[in-house]
């Protein structure tokens, strides 16, 4: 068969461009998994901040709505602050998170008065230790800023009424006022006590259930040395500052001298409302905190007035929302994903190449098995030829009365009949292999004697042998137990055995046929000293049609399946055979049959 490189050409291209596809999709899967990690990591930074700014607004609203001035304890006079407090109320979602309200004077001596909502008023009442704590911070001046969120609560600077404002700043750009500017002076502080249940049972649970509600993040708060406050993660994709009363938007109670209502607040922003006007700037002077900022209301129906509301940033240390994806991380989860598409990915690569070689071989195989087939009807055809000659010759002698004696006729008639016998023996060849082939051929087992049916096959090739001049050895093992076998099948696979240890014999004149038993099964060898097998033919000799180079070369004469049919038979009664041989040196082929087929 004449080898052709065209299909490996073109199979090996093929594969190549499968291996530059997969390197491709390999790179885009990165890119895109890239691209989902930052989409995945900037959307969970948005909605964290956010989550942070809720929960701020809510702590800013109390904060900056509580804030009043000295007015109101030096008169008496609470209106301002119910008013404000009124307000902060009906506009929070969790007007029970205060506690309480206290009022921490400035002095050493000041008493301690706790707001009664009853009543509407500040009074002297039992003072809390966390109240008590705060005061002694206050007192000392070491440790003051907006937020205590160890103790759950909130610091107000109370401020002297009067004071002025040199500048402004709007959206960048400095504006100076007449007057001198004096920095107020604290009268004293509100405590406005917070409630941890509230915080950690409403807020952040109904935070998290709105920017983390499905699932696939997982929240937590911690303080400043890494106590947990909420939630139970223990890493985080993405972290925000909670407790943060700096100005950025928050709604604020606007006075009773300026604007009526209440008043929408932005960082460097100014909102003109008819004939008044609020003009806001986070400055910094004497005697003010960092990030203070202050709210001018003036009307043209009353006399300037100015308040101060002082908004500090909480310093480092303070509670921490971190934000964690279910799977670990964003990159563990990027990653698991990008693991399985990638496997996805070549295991579809795999496939499409395993089918492309399958196929490829399958072609290959079944090129070379129609060569073989196109082989063998050459060669049937030619031992076919040879007896039809001789058959043809003798009758046209017989009918041109060549043959004159009784003796001659004779002898064309034992031609005739050794020419046809051989026709025979190939055509029941033909016809067993095609049987065994479409599935149909029968067997009947019966028990079987060993000796017996050696003896049978010896008997039926001993016209051949003697013809040879063939000397065949017996070794057949005592007490060897009877088979269950189709006796004429397997009888027909011995013979073929042998008929190949004469036809390939190579001027050696002797065959040794030995049968034994090995355990569970009985073995059957056939054994001769011809021209041998080589290794690369033995892997195909029992295949349908192949004859080796060698033999065709040679013109030994054969169609290729009497092996064929010897491995049918043995595997039709349960057992195998094999081959083993050298150039040369011989052959031995081996049946082996299981002893009980039950």
């Not at 001035?69 to 008013?83: I, K, Q, V």
């Not at 909670?242 to 604007?259: E, K, V, W």
Request: glycine fraction near 8%.
């Amino acid at each position: 068969m004449k080898r052709t490189w065209f299909p490996i050409f073109v199979v090996g291209g093929i594969l190549l461009l499968l291996g530059g596809l997969a390197a491709l999709q390999y790179h885009w899967q990165l890119q895109v998994a890239e691209a989902d990690r930052e989409k995945m990591r900037k959307r969970v930074e948005i909605d964290a901040n956010r989550f942070a700014e809720d929960f701020n607004r809510e702590i800013q609203a109390i904060y900056l709505n509580l804030q009043t001035d000295s007015d109101a304890w030096n008169s008496g006079d609470y209106s301002e602050f119910n008013a404000r407090f009124d307000y902060w109320r009906t506009k929070t979602d969790y007007p029970e998170i205060v506690r309480g309200v206290y009022f921490i004077g400035s002095g050493a001596d000041s008493p301690v008065l706790k707001y009664d909502e009853q009543k509407k008023t500040f009074t002297a009442a039992d003072v809390p230790p966390e109240v008590t704590d705060l005061s002694g911070r206050l007192l000392a001046g070491k440790d003051i800023r907006p937020v205590y969120e160890d103790i759950y609560t909130l610091a107000l600077p109370v401020h002297d009424t009067e004071r002025h404002i040199e500048r402004i700043v709007l959206s960048g750009q400095e504006t100076h006022l007449p007057g001198v500017l004096r920095g107020p002076s604290a009268f004293g502080h509100l405590a406005v006590l917070l409630d941890p249940k509230v915080i950690t049972e409403r807020l952040l649970p109904d935070l998290a259930a709105k920017y983390f509600g499905d699932g696939e993040y997982e929240v937590s708060v911690t303080g400043a040395n890494d106590e947990r406050i909420f939630g139970s993660t223990t890493g985080s994709d993405a972290t925000a500052v909670l407790f943060d009363l700096s100005p950025d938007r928050f709604i604020m109670f606007a006075g009773r001298d300026g604007l009526p209502g209440t008043v929408e607040m932005r960082r460097n922003s100014v909102f003109n409302q008819k004939v008044e006007s609020i003009s806001r700037t986070d400055a910094q002077g004497p005697g003010e905190a960092a990030n203070t900022f202050k709210v001018e209301i003036r009307s043209n129906v009353s006399k300037p007035r100015t308040s101060m509301i002082t908004a500090v940033r909480q310093p480092e240390g303070g509670w921490k929302l971190n934000v964690q994806h279910s799977s670990g991380s964003i990159a563990a989860y990027i990653d698991s994903h990008f693991r399985r598409n990638a496997a996805v990915g070549a295991g579809v690569f795999f496939l499409l190449a395993a089918a492309i070689l399958g196929i490829f071989f399958s072609s290959q195989k079944a090129r070379r098995y129609a060569q073989r087939q196109l082989d063998f009807v050459s060669s049937v055809s030619h031992e076919f030829r040879t007896p039809l000659a001789v058959i043809y010759s003798a009758g046209e002698n017989l009918a041109d009365g060549v043959a004159a004696d009784a003796k001659q006729i004779e002898g064309y008639g034992e031609l005739i009949k050794g020419e046809g016998k051989k026709l025979s023996t190939m055509v029941e060849q033909i016809l067993e292999f095609a049987g065994a082939e479409s599935g149909k051929q029968k067997f009947h087992f019966a028990e079987t004697s060993v000796a017996g049916l050696i003896a049978e096959a010896v008997a039926e090739c001993d016209p051949l042998l003697r013809s040879q001049n063939f000397e065949i050895e017996t070794k057949i093992a005592d007490s060897l137990p009877p088979i269950a076998a189709d006796r004429a099948a397997l009888s027909g696979a011995l013979q073929n055995l042998i008929a190949n240890s004469v036809k390939y014999g190579n001027g050696s004149r002797w065959i040794k046929i030995s049968a034994a038993n090995g355990g569970s099964n009985l073995r059957i060898a056939v054994e001769d000293k011809g021209r041998g097998i080589s290794a690369a033919d033995l892997r195909h000799i029992f295949e349908p049609f192949y004859r080796s180079k060698d033999v065709v070369d040679a013109q030994i004469h054969g169609n290729g399946l009497g092996l064929a049919l010897v491995k049918r038979v043995a595997e039709a009664h349960g057992g195998r055979v094999t081959a083993a041989s050298s150039i040369g040196k011989g052959s031995v082929f081996t049946i082996e049959l299981p002893v009980d087929r039950s």
